[in-house]
Nanobody, 123 residues
Framework: QVQLVESGGGSVQPGGSLRLSCAAS????????MGWYRQAPATQRELVAS???????NYVDSVKGRFTIARDRAKNTVDLQMSSLKPEDTAVYYC?????????????????WGQGTQVTVSS
């Protein structure tokens, strides 16, 4: 059974730091693009940071310079280091793994989500 399990959420004061971790099991996620999404109440889920199978990273403008995504292929994990946290970073954060393959002209998409972990930034 393929699973993504997030950990590391919690409450922190503005300016503080948190490290989220996503542990993948059931398959090797080396060929997958991995991402961290977040969703605040009454808002749409947004992509915060992503890392390709080749290690290229991308960030939403609001977290550039503050968040860092990294993957450990040996451990099958992807982490999100968050620094200089702001109240607007408060949300449930979700880990995502996606892979698209083509076999004999047929396209297959594999898309997995974790259960989410709450991050609250408040004084």
């Amino acid at each position: 059974q393929v699973q993504l399990v997030e950990s590391g959420g919690g409450s922190v004061q503005p300016g503080g730091s948190l490290r989220l971790s996503c542990a993948a099991s059931g398959t090797s996620f080396s060929p997958y693009a991995m991402g961290w999404y977040r969703q605040a109440p009454a808002t749409q889920r947004e992509l915060v940071a992503s890392i390709t199978s080749g290690g290229s990273t991308n960030y939403v403008d609001s977290v550039k310079g503050r968040f860092t995504i990294a993957r450990d292929r040996a451990k099958n994990t992807v982490d999100l280091q968050m620094s200089s946290l702001k109240p607007e970073d408060t949300a449930v954060y979700y880990c995502n793994a996606v892979r698209v393959t083509t076999v004999h002209g047929a396209r297959f998409e594999y898309d997995y989500w974790g259960q989410g972990t709450q991050v609250t930034v408040s004084s």
